[in-house]
């Protein structure tokens, strides 16, 4: 629907009605993601963080469906997808707290209906799967969106999560970045047919959509959607994008991946071509653009500033986050450990 050159085309099945409010919202909410996403970089490097799963070049991919949600929708975040979060509308720092290391999680997913963050590759689209059983029974009018990527649909998870939502005709989205690498492994070492088409094989519906698109994105999600509340089932959308750094700040991807590769990907900058867009109709004028680049750069400052001053929790908090109500044997744990760290304290005084 957005041509590289930010040219403006219409689809016969998916289309979309558009104004330049709503145009300089997407290009506001990637911009910001990218100032985010490359503050959580930096600080990674500075020491600050754990680690940082960058989102690079993913900005349309996530930007885009994620404004296709209602406010009643429910998202079922991976690790990576830090432009959804801030769409709902989750306080960033609350993305840094867990990479920082201190909190588990960091939300409540009832907040923003936006579920935490999972490491473990692919299970997510379970939890997603599950929940999305339950709107389904219970007749509620709204629908569920999960996202992974293309390394997870060779994932066990992943292959139940489709079968069960399939048979179950649960309404869920699922929503695959291929971003063409699972850490070091082409996207055709994971598939030897689109992913898209996998869809087909669990008895549901697929579809490939440019992931660098944030207006495509938006469209063909709303439309999976509006298509899962209607009570016709899942749907696979395969966002076809490219990640521009590494998987992680753990990784080195000039390992196994051509400069010419990524020099190709970045000729279609799902940004630059929303601003081209923008440019050629006239309707992102040059104090526009700077406040987005300001208000961006305050929010990484903010994040920054509260990162670095961050304190480090009590040990003693990791027992309360196991059950809801307490639990006996957690709380005589805990009262084993405190004792243990009081020991050290006394042997100081001693």
């Known amino acids: 629907m957005l041509t590289p050159e930010g040219e403006r085309v219409h689809h016969p099945r998916y289309d979309l009605e558009t104004d330049p409010e709503l145009l300089r919202t997407l290009y506001s909410a990637m911009v910001t993601a990218r100032r985010v996403d490359a503050e959580g970089v930096t600080l990674q490097r500075q020491g600050e963080l754990c680690l940082w799963p960058s989102l690079l070049g993913q900005e349309a991919a996530q930007v885009g469906s994620a404004y296709a949600l209602r406010e009643d929708d429910h998202a079922f975040p991976s690790y990576r997808d830090h432009a959804v979060a801030l769409v709902r509308d989750v306080d960033p720092l609350r993305l840094f707290r867990m990479f920082r290391g201190v909190t588990h999680g960091g939300w409540d997913p009832a907040e923003r209906n936006f579920h935490l963050y999972t490491l473990v590759i692919g299970a997510q689209t379970l939890h997603a799967t599950g929940y999305a059983m339950g709107v389904g029974y219970d007749g509620a009018d709204t629908a569920v969106i999960v996202y992974f990527g293309d390394g997870a649909t060779s994932q066990g998870d992943v292959n139940e999560a489709f079968n069960f939502a399939a048979v179950y005709n649960a309404p869920v989205v699922f929503f695959c970045q291929n971003n063409q690498w699972a850490i070091s492994e082409r996207v055709d070492r994971q598939s030897r047919v689109p992913l898209y088409r996998r869809a087909a094989g669990f008895g549901f519906t697929g579809v490939r959509v440019d992931g660098n698109d944030v207006l495509a994105c938006l469209a063909v999600t709303r439309a999976a959607l509006d298509r899962a509340r209607r009570g016709e089932g899942p749907m696979l959308v395969e966002a076809f994008t490219y990640r521009m750094g590494a998987h992680t700040t753990a ?97 100081e005084v001693s």
Do not use: C
Request: no cysteine; proline share 7%; glycine share 6%.
């Open 251 to 347: 990784d080195d991807p000039t390992r196994y991946r051509d400069a010419a590769e990524v020099e190709e990907w970045a000729r279609r900058d799902p940004i630059a071509r929303l601003r081209t867009h923008l440019d050629k109709n006239g309707w992102a004028d040059p104090d526009f653009l700077d406040e987005v680049e300001e208000r961006s750069e305050r929010l990484a400052v903010r994040i920054r500033d509260s990162v670095r001053s961050m304190p480090d929790p009590p040990l003693s908090e990791f027992f309360g986050a196991t059950y809801a109500g307490g639990h006996p044997l957690v709380d005589e744990e805990r009262d084993g450990f405190l004792d243990y760290q009081a020991s050290f304290l006394d042997a």
